[in-house]
């Protein structure tokens, strides 16, 4: 298997500016999840039966948020330009995927959290025990990651309208935003 792209091959050591950019895109990343949450969340309502488990992972994502936030300021690095970007963009994917139907809501998370699993699978891959506190937090989040694509799954997001089409135009838009943010 070939070594992730953008990232340092396994076995050497992740340079300070990779380590940057990791944190920089991870953070960007949780900012968004937490907008496409919001978008959902304002077009279903509270009182949609959908609502509490996307309030729920919402509120994971926020806290995944804070503490990116946090490793940011403390090990100074320059979050994304992008975040207005993510900000509108997040929002309105949330917003789309929900008025489509609450199943392509879910589709959009279990999209979203795939790429997010494969991301923080390389970037565990690549840090290889060289920053110990980045790597305990990304495979912490990483799990739960994971328990919001299966949560989707058993909500629907399998019977979206289109769902092979809208999970892969999702995952696209996905990996776009993980590159844009790692430079930007």
Not at 38 to 48: E, T
Not at 70 to 87: E, H
Not at 101 to 106: E, I, L, S, T
């Amino acid at each position: 298997m070939s070594a992730p792209k953008n990232f340092p091959r396994p076995g050497r050591k992740v340079t300070d500016a990779e380590r940057a950019a990791m944190l920089r895109v991870d953070q960007a990343g949780e900012f968004g999840a937490t907008r496409i949450y919001a978008g959902q969340l304002a077009v279903l309502g509270d009182r949609h039966p959908h609502a509490r488990v996307i309030a729920g992972m919402a509120a994971q994502e926020e806290r995944h948020r804070k503490i990116f936030d946090a490793m940011i300021t403390r090990r100074g690095v320059r979050p994304t330009a992008l975040q207005p970007v993510w900000d509108m963009a997040g929002f309105a994917l949330g917003a789309v995927t929900a008025a489509i139907g609450p199943n392509a809501a879910m589709a959009c998370t279990a999209a979203i959290e795939t790429e997010i699993d494969r991301h923080y699978a390389e970037q565990l891959d690549a840090l290889a025990g060289d920053d110990p506190e980045l790597a305990a937090t990304i495979k912490d989040f990483q799990a739960e990651e994971v328990e919001h694509r299966d949560t989707a799954i058993a909500h629907g997001a399998e019977q979206a309208p289109a769902y092979p089409l809208l999970s892969g135009v999702i995952r696209l838009g996905c990996r776009a935003a993980i590159a844009l943010s790692k430079r930007i």
